[in-house]
């Protein structure tokens, strides 16, 4: 199977902008998770995912939006761009448990925001 | 939340040797997972392992639940094991927990 694949790798945006990142997940899975990963704050939880309706949400304001397509495919959303949202985006896969079950996650998107 | 906390937080090494990795955790978990991830960013889920012994390969886990930690076994290291090592649990409104992770280097 192929594993999950994040659209794009890299972006490069500046403060106010908004941007959109993809998650395609494992064939079959139904869950995907969203994660930030930074210097500073280590990985933190964004939300997550389950039959298009956003089951569990982290810590993190509304700037920060997601949505999931029938076929599986999130999307997450963060508008108004600060410096501080700079940090590669993880997302992650798994059968239906979310984080209750092994995640398998993709490459990540690195963002920078200027 | 679940609080996850690993040691040690640096480990170099040489090719060859052996190493121990730590992760203590504050409540009871049933969803431990070990993970490394590579110099290009990429999380690789090693072991799902909530209590018990799992090997694979070179590498080996082990968690006590009872006593809230639990372990991870690199032996014979390879330059290719280089990289950061991250335990997580938790789940539900929190997502998964990660620690701070152990960032192992191996020398040739």
């Known amino acids: 199977k192929a594993g999950v694949t994040q659209t794009p790798r890299y972006l490069i945006k500046t403060r106010g902008q908004q941007v959109t990142l993809s998650c395609s997940p494992i064939s079959g899975h139904r869950s995907v998770s969203w994660y930030q990963q930074t210097p500073g704050q280590g990985l933190q939880f964004l939300f997550e995912y389950f039959s298009e309706t956003q089951r569990n949400k982290g810590n993190f304001p509304g700037r920060f939006s997601g949505r999931q397509f029938s076929n599986s495919r999130s999307e997450m959303n963060v508008s108004t761009l600060e410096l501080g949202d700079s940090a590669l985006y993880l997302c992650a896969s798994s059968p239906g448990g979310g984080s209750y079950d092994t995640q398998y996650f993709g490459p990540g998107t690195r963002l920078t925001v200027l | 939340g679940i609080q996850v906390e690993q040691s040690p937080p640096d480990l170099i090494l040489q090719e060859g040797a052996n190493s121990t990795l730590r992760c203590n955790f504050s409540?009871?978990?049933?969803?431990l997972q070990w993970f490394h991830q590579n110099p290009w960013g990429q999380l690789i889920n090693l072991f799902y392992i909530p209590s018990g012994t799992k090997q694979n390969g070179r590498l080996s886990a082990t968690t006590v639940a009872t006593e809230r930690y639990s372990l991870l076994y690199i032996s014979s290291s390879q330059t290719t094991d280089s990289g950061v090592y991250f335990c997580a649990s938790g789940g539900g409104a929190d997502g998964l927990t990660f620690g701070k992770g152990t960032h192992l280097i191996i020398q040739p």
């Open positions: 409540d009871s978990v049933n969803n």
